[in-house]
DNA sequence: CAAACATTGTCTAAATTTGAGACAATAATA
DNA sequence: TATTATTGTCTCAAATTTAGACAATGTTTG
């Protein structure tokens, strides 16, 4: 249920014109995801946007927002680009999207959305299995979709997207991104598919697997019997108490 | 001279709370440097900054503030972090000094300076030689600075440079950092010396030769004729009509 | 005018990293 | 027990990086 005037107390005491947008990548099934929202009465859906609070650090804002849509706090977030063409669509759209809800909505109270935006673009890794989708208050629901087969975005979505893609990319960390996108433990061609996928090449198995191993941050655990005919696969853990394991923020 | 009258209109076709601040590199006598401004009245340098029009993209605005105080456009520009901390220093100390410039300043009519800013940073790679620094309407003078002597730097401006400087080192790519930073011609020596100062460390000289040939990125010119007591090196130029030549943006 | 000097351009061998193929080990199935 | 699919590891070749060596060459010095 979209509860209007808690929408118009937050965007009172926030920010003017500053949106921040935060890109949640998980990985399952072997396909890398991003949690998009789905705007109400509209077929548009969207990366978890918020506003800036005006006694607020951006980057508190978007660890909230964060929260807010996945339960989740303390893993790893980090700001990638500021969007701020002049031609950026205005949200002013969700005017309309709140009035489809509700009949009663005096628009001209709705402050500063009709103005244009400029947005700070956040990215976090989180575990596809620890998240709770939770849509935030002017949103229908929440969906988990292959970065593959994205739905129709709003705004300039889906070039935040691949931005933070090729940020994701170009970053590349090993460990980073394993430790934050993995279960707590995995085979290793599990963690080959996720690198593969993020990175859109193949790599061959045993030469893999070296590089890994010597990169010292794997513990191997016990084997693991899937029930496949062939030899089981050991199990993987990011070690900890290295300098990866420690909270990221 | 300061003319107050023209800032507080600039200010008023703004977007409120938001500024953007660009840290402009140079290379010149072996050392790395930035482009600072000095405030009137305030013993306090910053770098370069400035604000968004309503109509205005934020690369623009950025390219606007560069041209405004080197009067070179077209260079290599590229936005690289948004800094908001809640406790991040308001810029109402501007107030202050622009009252110490004009008894008649009507403080009040001055807006949005007393709040929280949110600042955009963008990095610039220019030719050093050929900058005119030209201080902003609202600072006393600019001047280079060795990235290793800084002055007293205002609000979060040495954080910035830092992450700046950051960002330069972790993006190397060798043909775009030396062909903005460069003059036309150089000897290897020269050119060895830039990315010895940006990475802070030293490589041998045969080998980074070797690889500077193997890029195939430089052509070589003439001799230069130094008056040492040594052999003379060869000059060198980027070559043109490659993916790097292009006008960056 | 020849020797000394400082720096440059290039070559080579060794060390390290990466790429590709091979093969034994092993859990389930026929 | 043989077959099958995958896994863990080894090895050799290729490519890249590191380190050392040395001849070439303007200029200065004796």
């Not at 996928?197 to 890994?212: H, Y």
């Amino acid at each position: 249920m979209i509860d209007l005037q808690k929408i118009i107390e937050g965007l009172n005491q926030s920010i003017p014109q500053l949106s921040i947008d935060c890109v949640i990548f998980g990985f399952h099934n072997q396909e890398l995801k991003v949690l998009l929202s789905k705007l109400p009465a509209i077929d548009l859906w969207a990366v978890q946007g918020g506003f800036i609070r005006k006694t607020e650090d951006i980057d508190q804002a978007a660890a909230r927002i964060l929260e807010e849509r996945t339960g989740l706090k303390g893993i790893f977030l980090e700001q990638f680009h500021a969007f701020g063409k002049a031609s950026r669509p205005s949200i002013a759209f969700l005017k309309e999207a709140f009035k489809s809800i509700s009949d009663s909505v005096a628009i001209e109270s709705i402050p500063f959305l009709t103005q244009r935006f400029i947005s700070i673009g956040y990215y976090s890794l989180v575990d596809f299995l620890q998240v709770k989708p939770v849509p935030s208050v002017s949103y229908e629901r929440s969906e988990w979709f292959d970065i593959q087969k994205l739905p129709t975005l709003g705004l300039d979505h889906a070039e935040m997207i691949e931005k933070a893609l090729k940020t994701l990319q170009h970053s590349l960390d090993y460990a980073l991104i394993g430790f934050n996108l993995m279960p707590e433990t995995f085979t290793m061609s599990e963690l080959q598919k996720l690198y593969e996928t993020i990175l859109g090449e193949t790599t061959s198995r045993n030469n893999f697997q070296r590089k890994m191993l010597d990169m010292d941050i794997l513990e191997r655990l016990e084997k693991k019997f899937t029930g496949g005919a062939h030899k089981a696969p050991y199990l993987y853990r990011f070690k900890r108490y290295n300098e990866h394991k420690q909270p990221i923020f």
